[in-house]
């Protein structure tokens, strides 16, 4: 996926979730996340070496989470959080997509 169809996706989520502030994306070599956020300088990272082995169904997820996380201006993963994070996905399937992201991340980290 490039940055176009990121762009194209978090603009998309944008809409949903109501979130206003214009938000960049970065692709970087992220050591231990999928993913991460940065409230002040609006900017979400996505892991770089990951990316390629993650499905448009598990890079929507990562830009979802970190979206919310704007929408919320936290970082924490209260219970608020999830609330708003199951009103856009199942649990059940989000649990299943942190673990599709969190085993390519390990592979990644020779961990698997």
Same mark, same amino acid.
Do not use: G
């Given at each position: 996926?490039? +940055?176009?169809q990121l762009k194209e996706i978090l603009n998309q989520l944008k809409n949903e979730l109501k979130v206003q502030e214009p938000i960049k994306i970065e692709l970087k070599p992220l050591?231990?996340?999928?993913? =991460? @956020? &940065?409230?002040?300088k609006n900017i979400i990272r996505i892991n770089k070496?990951?990316? =390629?082995?993650?499905d448009s169904e598990? @890079? /929507?997820? %990562?830009? %979802?989470? *970190?979206?919310i996380h704007f929408k919320l201006? &936290? +970082?924490?993963? !209260?219970g608020n959080f999830h609330k708003?994070?199951?009103?856009?996905i199942d649990q059940a399937k989000a649990k *299943? @997509? /942190?673990?599709k992201i969190l085993t390519s991340l390990? /592979?990644? !980290?020779h961990i698997l």
């Open positions: 996926m490039n +940055t176009k050591k231990t996340k999928a993913a =991460s @956020i &940065s409230l002040n070496n990951i990316i =390629s082995n993650l598990c @890079i /929507e997820y %990562l830009l %979802l989470h *970190e979206l201006k &936290s +970082t924490y993963h !209260n708003q994070l199951n009103h856009k *299943e @997509i /942190e673990r390990l /592979e990644l !980290n």
